[in-house]
């Protein structure tokens, strides 16, 4: 079992900066890759935003490309994602997700509202 909670959303305006912090309950060394995944609304797709490899590697979906940072400490058991120059578009609530002991694992999320 993994508990993931995330923390660091609120509401900004177009242009700020927000840091998100994900905390597992468990050593994440183990784990292979996290997730930050959003949803824009209820209802919505989620979709990934990025993802970072047990090795390093770092992947992010094209439209946060440049502005958000993702990262990820082994000793701390924690993934974390910056983001800067945020848009309204990335308005939704952010979840970190890994898959582990062969399911997948999700946070309660954390809302980030970006305003005009």
């Known amino acids: 079992q993994v508990q993931l909670v995330e923390s660091g959303g609120g509401l900004v305006q177009a242009g700020g900066s927000l840091n998100l912090s994900c905390a597992a309950s468990?050593?994440?060394?183990?784990?292979?890759?996290m997730y930050w995944y959003r949803q824009a609304a209820p209802g919505k797709q989620r979709e990934w935003v990025g993802y970072i490899t047990r090795s390093g590697d770092i992947f992010y979906r094209g439209s946060v490309k440049g502005r958000f940072t993702m990262s990820r400490d082994n000793a701390k058991n924690a993934l974390y994602l910056q983001m800067s120059s945020l848009k309204v578009e990335d308005t939704g609530v952010y979840y970190c997700?890994?898959?582990?002991?062969?399911?997948?694992?999700w946070g309660q999320g954390t809302q980030v509202t970006v305003s005009s």
């Open positions: 997700n890994v898959n582990t002991d062969g399911r997948d694992y």
């Open positions: 468990r050593n994440i060394f183990g784990f292979g890759a």
